[in-house]
């Protein structure tokens, strides 16, 4: 009897064991089975080598340059200065023994995101993390490009341009930053729009060719001023880049270049105009007369020739026209006439995949900058000499002698003429 007990206990337990280890396989092939659905549910199409499904951000790109600057070598006169140009140069302090703080600085620290969105619909999103709102005050976040461009033709010939973007005025105010050889833009130019941005509409039509041809000038290392139409016309606020417009009065602004392929050489001829009022909001000192701050005429004409760098280049450009000036015999700010330009000489040596640029450049400067303390009066004379070293495309260092003779006249210093040298330094970093 109890023999038999034993054995039904023993069979018992062998039949629990079998059932457990059933269930173990029958959970195990369940789990295989879930994970296998959705491993399948994730995968990308293998015949084909791409998602079933295109996602909006599949066709955003990122990318972005830094830029850090040095201004302390052999400096002659740290009243020598440039407000427009960067804040870590000289300084403009009224007092006799005043030095500048010439440290490192972060000039300009920039993102871009871009992309297709739609086949009519581009978009372009530039902030920079180096934004300067005062002296001595640093790196705060400023969007610099917040535009979209929709075509109207399938090889976008034939664009709308609306957001805050460049204005189509001057060959070197649309260089970008991480191209232009100088470290900075000339006065005589960039006094039109300063940070070159507004908000605005602007068309733009180029041959699908000639577009080509502009990012050929960028891409292949020729210092090409980007893709701004062969023709340009818009209209914007006229009051500079993130800031309220003073007036309801638009500016209006026209362009036309064409680089042309001559043997071996790419010569590119332009001329540019806007018209328009500026608006005073907040500039002026107390004590200075304005007849009518805020409709000051403000117009301007252009010229510009380039010849590219291969090897050799050439590019100058001349504007004259009228704007608000500072007039220290009257303690007034007048419309008067504006003039001035600058000459670069440029060479591109290539050593395997490294490129050297040698560069000489004069700018002359004879009128007031209306976005500047009372519409503050120049005369600037500046010589610069210098070269950019590119060893890889994520670095390039430049380095450049100023020789530099400016006269810039307010309320605060009527007579103020200074002359120095000083040797700068930049290290740029792409990514």
């Known amino acids: 009897m109890i023999k038999r007990k034993l054995v039904a206990v023993l069979l018992l337990m062998n039949f629990a064991a079998i059932a457990q280890d059933l269930n173990k396989q029958e959970v195990k092939n369940e789990v295989i089975r879930i994970l296998d659905s959705i491993n399948k549910a994730k995968l990308p199409d293998t015949k084909s080598g791409v998602s079933n499904e295109e996602h909006w951000y599949d066709r955003i790109s990122l990318r972005g340059y830094a830029q850090i600057r040095y201004n302390g070598l052999f400096s ?23 030095k500048s703080n010439n440290g490192l600085f972060i000039r300009r620290a920039r993102l871009v995101f871009s992309g297709q969105v739609h086949p009519n619909v581009f978009f372009y999103f530039q902030p920079d993390f180096a934004s300067s709102p005062s002296t001595g005050i640093q790196n705060f976040v400023q969007i610099r490009d917040l535009y979209f461009d929709l075509s109207f033709d399938k090889k976008k010939e034939y664009r709308v341009r609306v957001g805050q973007s460049k204005i189509p005025y001057g060959f070197e105010n649309m260089q970008s930053s991480s191209i232009r050889l100088a470290l900075d833009r000339n006065d005589a130019m960039n006094s039109a729009i300063l940070n070159e941005r507004d908000l605005g509409i602007f068309f733009y039509w180029a041959p699908a060719e000639i577009r080509e041809r502009f990012a050929m000038l960028v891409k292949d290392g020729y210092k090409g001023s980007g893709d701004y139409g062969v023709f340009a016309f818009g209209v914007y606020n006229g009051q500079i880049a993130n800031k309220l417009d003073g007036n309801r009065d638009l500016n209006v602004v026209a362009r036309a270049t064409y680089p042309f392929v001559i043997g071996s050489q790419i010569i590119e001829p332009g001329i540019q105009a806007y018209t328009g009022k500026w608006a005073f909001t907040g500039e002026i000192s107390p004590g200075v007369k304005v007849n009518d701050p805020q ?61 050297i640029y040698p560069f000489a450049k004069f700018q002359y400067y ?37 020789i530099a003779d400016r006269t810039f006249e307010d309320s605060v210093l009527p007579i103020n003429r200074q002359q120095g040298n000083l040797l700068r330094l930049q290290a740029q970093f792409n990514f």
């Open 76 to 98: 002659t006169n740290d009243k020598v200065s440039c407000e427009q140009c960067d804040k870590s140069w000289g300084t403009t302090s009224i007092e006799p023994d005043a």
């Open 295 to 355: 409709y000051v005429k403000d117009q301007r004409v252009g010229a510009t020739f380039v010849l590219y760098p291969r090897p050799f280049g050439i590019q100058t450009e001349y504007n004259i026209g009228t704007g608000p000036r500072y007039n220290k015999v009257t303690n007034t700010v007048d419309e008067t006439d504006l003039n001035g330009g600058y000459v670069l000489l440029n060479y591109k040596l290539d050593i395997k995949k490294q490129h």
């Open 366 to 402: 004879d009128g007031g900058k209306k976005y500047e303390k009372d519409a503050r009066s120049y005369v600037v004379r500046d010589y610069e000499i210098g070269i950019e070293w590119q060893p890889f495309k994520a670095f390039e260092l430049t380095a450049e002698y100023v």
